[in-house]
């Protein structure tokens, strides 16, 4: 496919394997919205006649990937902000979350979806309630979702059983394909919410349709040290109920992992399941920290997750990669454990890997040109560009972040402009979410 257009820009992070830097080079994105080369300007194949050359000063680097969320909760912000996961579900959320209507999870959609594309997170994964109304809200904000509804028997947020909620899934799947939209914004998958929440039978029937079909099943797996105790009991831990019941597999993403024996990381490595790895949301609920360097020793494929916007209380990847860094460095006692590189990898590359996926993630020829333009005009670069490699990488990442990400592009398509999304006016969106916000508090 010939290039319609060019991106110029003094650095350019592909975040390859090796997160190299290159100076003076480009991103060339065809007609399909994918890439068609990146590399050195002097490199670079030349131009055809009519394609357009966007000069970007700054920085540009590939879309994150949020690998753990449930995004409409942007509208129960605040809710239980002091108590642990599992009192803040009973007693603060599934309470309200059964007052939500098709109209809230749309707006409360819409406006995390805002935040994170100003965040320069163009893909997250979403397990919430009313999927088809989640995914209406992406392609109207032009970002890019794996979206699963959630399953779970909880009376009056999901009535109906879980047998017909998997159904419905994989009906979904069966008439619209695994993905669709302007540049495959949607994929679908099943989000089966926990082992504590289903019975070991849905579990393994929801893996079974899941695999028919290629499908993605992500689940919360060992998050707080007191969920899952009835399945320890019988089988020793939720990873090895999971290997029982042979769901595991490269297209299993498990959310948190923060309760993990060496028994269980070796599971999850044998079968090439993916995690997400949400340091925020775990530190406010009092739950614990993943073991991160262990996992990635092992050759578990980790990516980061922000969680849901009512226990983070953020939808701010950047913030993601700090903590899980800072963590990692305090568990093993080594200002070196994790540096800049490894973890911004982990918020893009290895977000797409957790979901194993190859078209995301990483500005390299053949994937969805999903590209984020930093400003390096702000005091986060007080040298500039023109340091070495790794004090640049350490100044993206630990001094600048979201407040620097200037532009966005999903597909080839710009859904952010200097600050502003293209498609949807940012005043409009809170105006609706905060009706449905205040809604669900006095209803």
Sequence with gaps: MATVL??????????????????DAVVDIDETGRIAHTGPRADAPALPEGAVLRE???????????THAHTPMTLLRGLGAE???????????????ARLTPED???????????????????????YFHADRMAEAVLQVGSRAVIGPAVLDLPGVNDGGWRRMTDDISAWI??????????????????????????????REIGEAARERGALVQTHVAEAAAEDLVQRERYGSVPSLLEELGVLGDRFLAAHCVHLSDDDIKIFARHGVGVAHCPGSNAKLASGTARLLDMVAAGVRVGLGTDGPASNDD???????????????????????????????????????????DDIGALEAGRWADVVHVDADDHAFPAGLGVPDDELLANLVWAAGARCVRDVWVA????????????????????????????????
């Design 6 to 23: 060019r991106l110029h820009a003094p650095v350019v992070l592909p975040c390859d394997a090796d997160c190299t830097v290159l100076r």
């Design 56 to 66: 970007c000063g700054g920085i540009l680097m590939p879309g994150m990937v949020n």
């Design 83 to 97: 108590l642990p996961l599992l009192r803040w579900l009973r007693e603060a959320i599934w309470p309200t979350e």
């Design 105 to 127: 999870v749309h707006a409360g959609m819409v406006l995390g979806a805002l935040e994170m594309l100003g965040a320069g997170v163009t893909t997250s994964v979403e397990g």
């Design 174 to 203: 069966d008439a619209d394909g695994l993905r669709f939209g302007p540049g495959e914004r949607i994929e679908l998958s099943y989000a089966p919410h926990s082992a504590y929440m289903l019975p070991p039978e849905a579990l």
């Design 315 to 357: 939808l701010d990847l950047w913030e993601e990669a700090r903590l899980a860094a800072l963590f990692a460095r305090l568990s093993a006692s080594d200002a070196s454990a994790v540096g800049a590189a490894r973890v911004l990898l982990l918020a893009t590359r290895g977000g797409a890997e957790a979901l194993h996926r």
């Design 412 to 443: 080839g398509e710009q859904v952010l402009a200097e600050r502003t999304s293209t498609r949807v006016d940012l005043a409009e969106a809170r105006a609706t979410a905060r009706v449905s916000a205040l809604r669900i508090r006095t209803a």
